[in-house]
Structures are given as structure tokens and as C-alpha cells.
């Protein structure tokens, strides 16, 4: 008898579900994130990345957890730093996967670097899931002491 209002009331329910999500889609965008220097991430970028600033280099620290060496390269482009990998999830022979939460993923993030460097000093270390590149500033950009002479 009732059944024109539960398919209206049906019909609101899936396009309030349908604003929801594209409220979520655009998150990133409607709000600042609250760190120092304020910087725009977005939430899918894979792996997370922090980066500091040393007297002597730039450290850059992506988390990559479950991967080996040989998933992760890294490269300096122009003024570009370059991580590509991938994470591959796979069950092991003989067994049927029955819940995969750990979707296998291959990435590649552009991270710009915020001076010159010595491209041939750079250095990645992988530890505990971490992943560590350091990029020692060009020996030109440093700051040095001028030695003060009395006339």
C-alpha cells in the first residue's frame, strides 16, 4: 500500500550515501592539514612522506612497510626526487588467500627538493619499514665563514 514512499524513502537514502562520498572524495581539498610549513597531502599518496632539513642535507623518510630493498629505487631527476615500488601480496603456495586487506599496490611519488644537491652523495637506507633518503645540499649553497682580516 505504503510502497511509493519507501521507494522514495530508498531513493534518499542512496543519494544521501552518494553526498557523503563525494564529500569524502574532496576532504583534502576543504581542509588545510595542520602542520609545519602548512602542506597539502593528499590522503591516497602512498607511501607517507616527511622530509627535514639539516645544516647539510635534506632527509626525506617514507614509510614502506613490508617491502624489501629490491621493491623500492629511488632517483634524483632535475630537482625531483623519485620513489617507485611496488608492494605485491601474494599467499604463499598451497594456501587459498580468504581475506585480503593488503591490496598489492605499485607507486611512484614526485617529491620536489627545495634546493640544489650533490646527486652523487645521495644515500637510501631501508630499516623497520622506513625508508631513508639523504641528499646532501650542493658544497656551494652551504654557508661558510668568511675569515675577517684587520688593515
Known amino acids: ?16 550515501l552518494l553526498q557523503r562520498r563525494f564529500d569524502h572524495a574532496f576532504d583534502d581539498w576543504a581542509s588545510p592539514v595542520a602542520v609545519e ?5 593528499s590522503r591516497s599518496a602512498w607511501p607517507a ?19 624489501a630493498e629490491r621493491d623500492v629505487s629511488v632517483y634524483v631527476e632535475d630537482e625531483t ?5 611496488e608492494r605485491k601480496s601474494q599467499a604463499p603456495e598451497g594456501y587459498e588467500p580468504r581475506l ?10 614526485k617529491l620536489p627538493l627545495p634546493g640544489r644537491i650533490e ?3 645521495v ?16 658544497k656551494e649553497t652551504l654557508p661558510r665563514q668568511i675569515a675577517v682580516q684587520s688593515l
Not at 500500500?1 to 544521501?16: C, Q, Y
Request: hydrophobic share 50%.
Open 119 to 121: 646527486g652523487e652523495a
Open 49 to 67: 612522506v616527511n622530509a627535514f632539513e639539516t645544516a647539510e642535507a635534506f632527509v626525506y623518510k617514507a614509510e614502506v612497510p613490508g617491502l
Open 100 to 109: 585480503r586487506e593488503r591490496a598489492p599496490i605499485a607507486f611512484a611519488r
Open 37 to 41: 610549513p602548512v602542506v597539502r597531502a
Open 1 to 16: 500500500m505504503f510502497t511509493g514512499f519507501r521507494d522514495f524513502d530508498d531513493t534518499l537514502r542512496a543519494l544521501s
Open 123 to 138: 644515500t637510501a637506507t631501508l630499516k623497520d619499514g622506513i625508508l631513508t633518503v639523504t641528499l646532501p645540499k650542493a
Open 81 to 85: 626526487l623519485v620513489v617507485r615500488g
